[in-house]
């Protein structure tokens, strides 16, 4: 799928767009990788990281905001992969307009510049933070994923498609809650702040992550909303695993915070079907046709929900230690 694509990344210069590039460039061999970005700095930082593969990859300053550059960048682009967004909560809350801008704006500029310019396919980038969401960054990335979807009802003769992957927060990725304990440990913390002693988390690393994104980009046939399937943890036993003798004080849930991750809700059931590794999703749309849903599935159960707190598979104080040991953590 990937030999001999030009394959543009929006927000590429993020942990999952250094990852997903490395990938490609190992495994595959693609005609061209565009880092397209609006942080210099950044796209410099990954040049001297991938400056043994400059033959391949290239980087364009540029804004999903701006039509008229995406327009630009996607000339003779083959594939999509939208990582750019306006991600974090307290930001989002505190410049809505900006989070709107970017997150829908945007996602309508690249649905709109694909068809015009004819790339045969998107992957978007969601979110657990879009199901039923509680603050408004997962309240535009909803919105964004419904854009996505319905875009494949507006390519008319082209032949672009458009699907989107779903997930929660990497583990050990930039911001998330293991490199804040560690940051903290090095310090000489003694005790850990926990949100709430009830909280869980699906644990996803960095390569599941782009796992289901190469998967998507391979299979998909326009409209799939894809989920990977994931163990749970509870936060109190990740702070036992890298901690075994701090504190643990409850410092109370976050405004915009979920107590638990849930990917796929009890009205999303009735046209989610289970694979051995994910779930997919199907469009409820009049165009969708029942003829794209890939082999191989079963429906789930009426009122299926995919959730951090009621998972059948979880990990224990010892599974997470052993995974922290092997982990690349991203402060």
């Known amino acids: 799928m990937f030999d001999n694509k030009t394959i543009l990344i929006t927000g590429g210069t993020g942990s999952f767009g250094k990852r997903f590039s490395r990938r490609i460039l190992d495994e595959y061999s693609p005609k061209k990788i565009i880092i397209f970005s609006r942080d210099e700095y950044k796209q410099f930082l990954m040049k001297q990281e991938f400056r043994d593969d400059l033959e391949k990859i290239r980087f364009l300053i540029g804004d999903v905001r701006d039509r008229k550059r995406v327009e630009r960048a996607f000339d003779g682009v083959d594939i999509v992969i939208h990582a750019a967004a306006l991600k974090q909560v307290p930001a989002a809350e505190y410049n809505p307009l900006e989070a709107v801008k970017t997150n829908i704006d945007g996602a309508e500029n690249i649905i709109n510049c694909a068809i015009d310019k004819g ?51 990497v583990a050990g990725s930039r911001g998330s809650v293991i490199p804040f304990f560690k940051s903290l440990l090095e310090d000489g913390a003694t005790e850990l702040p926990i949100t709430d002693f009830d909280m869980t988390r699906f644990w996803l690393t960095l390569d599941e992550a782009v796992d289901l994104v190469i998967k998507a980009t391979e299979e998909s046939k326009g409209g799939e909303l894809y989920i990977h399937k994931c163990c749970s943890f509870k936060v109190t036993d990740l702070a036992e695993a890298m901690c075994p003798n701090c504190e643990k004080t409850n410092v109370g849930i976050r405004p915009g915070e979920k ?32 003829v794209n849903v890939k082999p191989g599935g079963k429906v789930v159960e009426s009122n299926f929900r995919y959730a951090s707190d009621s998972n059948q598979e979880w990990l224990s104080v010892d599974d997470l230690k052993e995974l922290l040991e092997k982990m690349d953590i991203v402060y």
Request: avoid cysteine; charge should be negative.
């Open 119 to 169: 790339v045969e396919k998107v992957i978007a980038l969601s979110t657990d933070k879009a199901v039923n969401p509680v603050n408004l960054y997962g309240a535009t990335k909803l919105v964004s994923d419904k854009l996505f979807i319905a875009g494949n009802a507006y390519v008319g003769y082209k032949n672009t498609m458009f699907s989107v992957v779903r997930y929660g927060n």
């Open 259 to 290: 107590l638990h991750e849930v990917m796929i809700t009890e009205e999303d059931s009735r046209n989610t079907y289970e694979y051995d590794d994910h779930y997919i999703i199907y469009p409820d749309l009049e165009w969708w046709k029942n």
